[in-house]
């Protein structure tokens, strides 16, 4: 049966004797199941029919079309049969010949290699007995930095004295502080999310000993956790519990999506309350909590359940528009301020700006 799909490899034979009438055949196109899925014909001359049929054998096995199935491994076998090589072949040949459904599909060497590489290097080398442990290709790496303590230990000082105690820290410090997000936001912008918790692991305790005075490491939440599920075969949970062993003096901050937690439909809140809890107790001190529509209601049953466990929620608002342009009357600074005192009512311990989009802008002194 034609397939359909797109097409994200295209590549085409030429050459003397060789001609090719292309329909929708181009890295990009979509085959849809409405219309003719010919995708390019092709017709060969030779100075005999042997000679047409060695050259017609070389284009079919020139072309390179992925992303869709093919007929092109059934129009090898045909070409090559000795049936047809001899030019006896008759208008049921097809019909009388069920061994030309016997084929290899067309493989790319190239993809095969690429996709073994990388399946090695994500899901590690299962071996001949998949009843063993996975083999995981180690990094180059080795600690040289010095081991360090941070000269405030904040994880400590939440422990102690509870979020209040660290959000008063922090107005008596005079210097800029900073949330690393290399382990949640980075891999997830640059790489589909694809970093795994052997590969934190391994580096997690020399990212400590450079930087040991971090307000806290982003490092859960957000596509993290169905991403690990689906892709990476692991439990971010797990991921969790040995991030916060192998980070104990760094604040562990994550992503959560209000009531869409860290998924991607509304969830209940008693759901969202057991969830909130559940992450504190594995390791969890910063919730950083937004909404993408600003829906304060919509957050408040997040920040209500991460004050009960004594973490730090971190109410996050959205930043959209232009505050100096009159192109968006309705995105204000009051607007923006309203809203900062609204979060601080539902219980936030700490505001954040979202400006995902770099529409924030420095404003200028009056001249």
């Known amino acids: 049966m034609p397939d359909t799909g797109t097409i994200t490899t295209y590549r085409s034979p030429g050459g003397l004797g060789v001609r090719l009438d292309v329909g929708n055949a181009y890295a990009g196109a979509v085959v849809s199941p409405f219309f003719d899925s010919l995708l390019v014909k092709a017709s060969v001359t030779g100075y005999n029919f042997a000679a047409a049929c060695a050259k017609m054998d070389r284009v079919l096995h020139e072309f390179r079309i992925i992303g869709v199935k093919t007929n092109l491994p059934f129009l090898e076998t045909v070409i090559s049969h000795p049936v047809f090589r001899s030019g006896q072949a008759e208008t049921r040949f097809i019909d009388n010949s069920p061994e030309l459904f016997t084929f290899r599909p067309q493989t790319s060497m190239s993809n095969e290699v690429l996709n073994y590489i990388g399946d090695v290097t994500v899901n590690g080398f299962q071996g001949k007995d998949p009843k063993k442990p996975r083999v995981y290709p180690e990094l180059r790496f080795k600690n040289e930095l010095p081991q360090t303590q941070p000269k405030t230990d904040l994880v400590q000082l939440l422990h102690d004295g509870g979020a209040k105690a660290v959000t008063n820290w922090i107005s008596d410090q005079p210097q800029l502080l900073l949330t690393d997000t290399s382990f949640r936001d980075a891999h997830q912008s640059l790489f589909a ?17 450079a930087l040991p005075n971090l307000f806290s490491a982003e490092m859960w939440g957000g596509a993290t956790f169905d991403v ?57 001190d910063v919730f950083r909590i937004f909404d993408s529509l600003n829906w304060v209601k919509q957050m408040e049953p997040s920040i209500a359940a991460v004050k009960e466990t004594g973490k730090i929620a971190e109410a996050t608002i959205c930043y959209t528009g232009d505050i100096l342009s009159a192109a968006h009357p309705h995105y204000t600074l009051q607007y923006y301020v309203d809203l900062a005192k609204q979060l601080e009512k539902a219980g936030a311990d700490m505001l954040a700006v979202k400006d995902m989009a770099a529409l924030l802008t420095q404003v200028r002194p009056a001249s």
């Open 193 to 209: 999310t694809r970093m795994r918790t052997h590969d934190m692991l391994r580096v997690a305790g020399e990212y400590s000993n």
């Open 228 to 284: 690990a599920y689906r892709f990476l075969n692991e439990d971010p949970w797990q991921r969790l519990a040995q991030m916060r062993k192998a980070l104990p003096h760094t604040l562990l901050q994550m992503l959560f999506r209000g009531s869409n937690a860290v998924g991607y439909k509304n969830y209940p809140d008693n759901v969202i309350k057991e969830f909130i809890n559940q992450a504190a107790k594995t390791g969890i």
